[in-house]
């Protein structure tokens, strides 16, 4: 009798994964899915496609419209209005800060855009006592330093010459804001677009290029955990976070 409601246990939590990776594909698709579409993107058949999308219907998360295709309905939109009422970006941003501290020993921030300036929202200082001086408040012209350069890449019209830190989601600098500072950071997602940079800072002679290649990776990480828990598109780090799989691998 156990065995069975463990086994069913299973066979629940698998249609709901299936459940919710039919609605993963509506994350990319920017309009309606007819079912065919569904059943491709999912590898799902089209009956179990069906069952799910109709399951889907009826508690709202899915729309049909009198074409047959289907649209995200309104309950993940009443769901993420209660997500962004009850959550406080910096419950998600400040601890990951602390980490990048404990682990690197430099100074983390959060930096988002005010004014066309770059403005230092979250902080948390080094514990050494030659570090990178700046607290929650600050600005920093936005055209000078890594997290400067992160920002500039998402703006509209896209420049052309963001486009490798577009690509890659993270980008170092050297001696652009403080001389003799350097800087490592990467891009954070929420649900509008690009929500602002997360980056460490510190002396240039502690940021060898070993150093840098960790950051990257370790910022990369956060950020995606961070855009994760804003409701921003992971999609985006699929590639850079494949290139850190690799390079941790070889």
């Not at 569904?38 to 009198?66: D, M, N, Q, V």
């Not at 403080?178 to 997360?198: E, N, R, T, Y």
């Amino acid at each position: 009798m156990i065995w069975h409601m463990k086994d069913e246990e299973l066979r629940t939590v698998a249609a709901v994964e299936r459940a919710l990776h039919l609605l993963d594909t509506f994350r990319s698709a920017r309009r309606a899915l007819t079912l065919t579409e569904i059943a491709a993107r999912t590898g799902l058949y089209k009956s179990t496609a069906l069952r799910l999308a109709a399951t889907l219907e009826r508690f709202g998360y899915l729309l049909r419209r009198p074409d047959g295709a289907y649209q995200i309905g309104s309950t993940p939109f009443y769901l993420g209005a209660v997500y962004q009422q009850t959550t406080q970006p910096a419950e998600i941003i400040l601890p990951a800060l602390r980490e990048l501290v404990a682990e690197f020993g430099e100074s983390a921030s959060f930096f988002i855009e005010r004014d066309g300036l770059r403005l230092c929202l979250y902080r948390v200082n080094s514990p050494q006592l030659v570090r990178a001086h700046l607290s929650p408040g600050d600005i920093v012209p936005m055209d000078k330093g890594a997290a400067g350069k992160i920002m500039m890449a998402f703006r509209e019209p896209f420049d052309p010459a963001y486009a490798r830190i577009r690509k890659n989601l993270v980008v170092s600098s050297a001696g652009e804001v403080a001389l003799d500072m350097s800087a490592v950071a990467a891009a954070v997602f929420d649900a509008q677009g690009i929500a602002g940079a997360l980056a460490i800072t510190g002396p240039q002679r502690r940021f060898n290029r070993g150093v840098v290649r960790r950051a990257e990776a370790q910022l990369l990480k956060a950020a995606f955990r961070i855009t994760q828990g804003l409701g921003g598109d992971m999609g985006r780090f699929s590639g850079p976070l494949a290139l850190v799989a690799a390079d941790e691998q070889a």
